[in-house]
C-alpha cells in the first residue's frame, strides 16, 4: 500500500495511489467543502506520457461520455470529467471492497474456493449491469450498441456491502466513439476474449461480453481460468473444447456445467444471445437447486476474507421474529387458466416458449402437485362473513356482558331455527298418507322415485379426482447431476415413472442421461387408460423438451 500524499488536483485531493493500467492510472482521493463536508471518490487520470496521444485521450474522453450516461445500481458512477493543464482525469465513485481478481488469489492462498450459491449470485449481478449496458438507450432515443469487451475479474468490485460494480469500460466499443480500434489490434485479456475477439471480427456484438463471464464464472467456481493464460489461452479458446469443471470441483451441479458450456460456445450463433437469456438460467438454477445466495452473504463473505469485523446487520443468519409461510407454488395463487410467464432461456438451441399450456411452470424439485386454492375467510374481505353484532351494540351500557347476552340469544334462536326445520323434514312424509294410490300404483310408485334418486346421488358421493389426493413426488427422476428437462402434453396430464406419481404436466424435471419408460393419463378423468412413452434423455448444453400426447 502506498504511502499517503496530499497531491492537490482542482477540488481533489490525491490522497493513496491505488493502481496503474494500461494508460491511466487511479488515485484515492477526497473532495472537501462548506460545513465539513468530505467524500471520498477515485480520480482516473491520463498517463502522463500518454497525455499528447490522440488516441489514447480520445479513447479516455469515450469511457467518460459512455459511463456518465449509465445509470445502474451495478456499475461504477462516473460524477465529473476534468482537465487541468492537459491532462485529462475522471472522477468516479469510490467502492471499497475487493474486486474478483483479490478475490480469488485470497482464496487460492487459503486453499479455499468461493461457494457455488455467492458465485452464482455474483455472476447474476454482473449479467444484470450487462443487459442494461448492452440494451441502453441514450438520451436522444439513440441505441448506443454498447459492448465492454473486457469483463473480468479485475473489472468486477465486491463492496463490502456485498453489491457488485462493473467497472473500465476503457476498452468498451459503442457506435457512438469517436477512437477507432485499429485493423489487427486487439483490446482486451487474452484469457477473457471470445473467438470472434481474438481474430479482431469488424463486427463484435454483445456475445464476446458472455463468452467472458463464461469464463469469470468458471473461474468463481474453480479458481482457474478455463483455457490458461496468455497465448496458451488463445490457442485453447479457438480449438480446444471447454474443460470440464467437475474436474477441478466434483460437486458443481450437471446444470450448471451445461451453462457453462453454453456460454462458452466457440460459435456466437450457439452461444447465450443475451445477457437475460444467460442470467434467467443461473437464476432458475437457483430456485431449482435451493442453493443461496444473496448480498447480505456476499457481505460477510468479502469481510471475512478481508478480516474485518462482520457487524450485527451483516451477519448471514437472519433475524428472529415472525415469518411467513411460503407455499412452494406461488404460481398455483394466479387465476385458473393464466400461464406462467416464467420460461426458461437455454439459448440459440432451446424451442422458443410461448404463453400457452404448454409452457413450463418454474418449480422446486419434489413440489406437490397443483391443489385447488381454498378461500380462506378474512375478516377485510368483501366476501368474509359479516358480524351480525354491530359495533354500537357491543358498545352500549352494560359492555361485553351485554354482548355475551346478545351472542347467547342469538345461538339459542339458531337452534330452536334448525331444529324447526329438522322436525318439519322429518314429519313432511307422513302429512301425505291420504293421497297415496292403491297398493297396486304404490309398488310402481316406488320404483320410481327409487330410480330417479339414484342418478343424482351418484354426483355428489363419486371419489374425488385422484389429482387432489395423489402426492406428486418428482424425487425419482431429480438428479443433483441430472439434466434440465421438461415433460409436456397436448392434455393436463399426470405422469408417472416405475408406478410412482411424478406430478402434472408441463413438468420439470432433472433426470440423469438415459432412456426412461413414462405413463401419462388423463389429469381430468378419474380411470383414463395410461399411454406408455420413453424418453431419451442425452447430454446438452442447455433445456430438454419432451412433447407427449394422450
Known amino acids: 500500500m502506498s504511502e499517503p500524499v496530499s497531491e492537490k488536483l482542482g477540488k481533489y ?50 469511457e467518460a461520455r459512455l459511463v456518465a450516461q449509465l445509470t445502474h445500481p451495478n456499475i461504477g458512477q462516473i460524477y ?29 492462498g487459503r486453499g479455499q474456493r468461493m461457494p457455488i450459491g455467492l458465485a452464482v449470485y455474483a455472476t447474476i449481478q454482473v449479467l444484470q449491469a450487462l443487459d442494461y449496458a448492452h440494451d441502453f438507450i ?50 482486451g485479456k487474452l484469457a477473457y476474449m471470445a473467438p470472434e475477439q481474438i481474430a479482431s471480427s469488424p463486427d463484435l456484438d454483445r456475445r464476446v461480453d458472455i463468452f467472458a463471464v463464461g469464463v469469470m464464472f468458471y473461474e468463481f467456481l474453480t479458481g482457474s481460468k478455463p483455457f490458461g493464460e496468455d497465448l496458451v489461452a488463445v490457442n485453447a479458446i479457438l480449438n480446444t473444447p471447454t474443460p470440464d469443471p467437475r474436474e477441478l470441483r466434483p460437486e458443481i451441479p450437471q446444470s450448471l456445467v451445461n451453462i457453462i458450456n453454453l456460454a462458452l460456445a466457440k460459435k456466437r450463433e450457439e452461444r447465450y444471445q443475451g445477457a437475460q437469456a444467460l442470467m434467467d ?17 456476499l457481505a460477510a463473505f468479502v469481510r471475512e476474507l478481508q478480516g474485518l469485523e462482520v457487524t450485527h446487520s451483516w451477519q448471514t443468519q437472519s ?7 411460503i407455499t412452494e407454488r406461488e404460481h398455483a395463487l394466479t387465476a385458473p387458466g393464466t400461464p406462467s410467464t416464467m420460461g426458461v432461456k437455454t439459448g440459440p438451441q432451446s424451442p422458443a416458449l410461448t404463453p400457452s399450456s404448454h409452457a413450463p411452470e418454474i418449480a422446486r424439485p419434489q413440489t406437490a402437485p397443483q391443489q385447488p386454492v381454498q378461500q380462506q375467510p378474512h375478516a377485510t374481505s368483501s366476501t368474509a362473513p359479516v358480524n351480525t353484532l354491530s359495533h354500537e351494540s357491543v358498545s352500549t351500557s352494560g359492555g361485553g356482558s351485554a354482548g355475551l347476552v346478545v351472542a347467547f ?55 374425488v379426482n385422484e389429482v387432489d389426493i395423489e402426492k406428486a413426488d418428482p424425487s425419482p427422476l431429480t438428479h443433483k447431476d441430472g ?13 408417472y415413472y416405475e408406478g ?31 399411454v406408455k412413452h420413453t424418453i431419451k434423455v442425452k447430454e446438452s448444453m442447455g433445456m430438454q423438451s419432451f412433447d407427449l400426447t394422450l
Open 13 to 62: 485531493t490525491l490522497v493513496r495511489h491505488l493502481a496503474t493500467g494500461g494508460m491511466a492510472e487511479i488515485w484515492l482521493a477526497e473532495q472537501e467543502g462548506p460545513g465539513g463536508f468530505n467524500k471520498q471518490l477515485v480520480i482516473k487520470r491520463v498517463l502522463p506520457h500518454l497525455a499528447r496521444d490522440s488516441q489514447f485521450t480520445q479513447m479516455f474522453l469515450d
Open 80 to 108: 465529473e470529467l476534468g482537465e487541468i493543464e492537459g491532462s485529462y482525469f475522471i472522477a468516479m465513485e469510490y467502492i471499497e471492497g475487493l474486486d474478483g481478481s483479490d478475490v480469488l488469489e485470497m482464496l487460492t
Open 138 to 187: 441514450d438520451r436522444d432515443g439513440n441505441f448506443v450498441g454498447l459492448v465492454h469487451r473486457d469483463v473480468t475479474p479485475h473489472n468486477v468490485i465486491i463492496s463490502n456491502d456485498g453489491v457488485i460494480k462493473l467497472v473500465d469500460f476503457g476498452v468498451a466499443k459503442a457506435k457512438a466513439n469517436h477512437s477507432k480500434t485499429q485493423t489487427g489490434a486487439v483490446k
Open 281 to 297: 438460467d443461473l437464476q432458475d438454477f437457483m430456485r431449482a437447486s435451493g442453493m443461496r445466495g444473496n448480498q447480505r452473504e
Open 319 to 325: 433475524l428472529g421474529g415472525p415469518r411467513a409461510r
Open 409 to 463: 340469544l342469538v345461538v339459542v334462536v339458531a337452534i330452536l331455527g334448525a331444529g324447526a326445520v329438522v322436525f318439519y323434514l322429518f314429519i313432511q312424509p307422513d302429512d301425505s298418507p291420504k293421497k297415496k294410490t292403491p297398493d297396486s300404483k304404490v309398488t310402481k310408485t316406488t320404483k320410481e322415485v327409487t330410480d330417479t334418486k339414484k342418478e343424482p346421488s351418484s354426483k355428489p358421493k363419486a371419489p
Open 483 to 495: 439434466f434440465l428437462v421438461f415433460v409436456r402434453s397436448d392434455k393436463k396430464a399426470k405422469v
Open 500 to 530: 410412482k406419481y411424478l406430478g402434472l404436466t408441463p413438468l420439470k424435471l432433472f433426470p440423469r442421461k438415459g432412456s426412461y419408460a413414462l405413463e401419462i393419463t388423463d389429469a381430468s378423468k378419474k380411470s383414463a387408460k395410461k
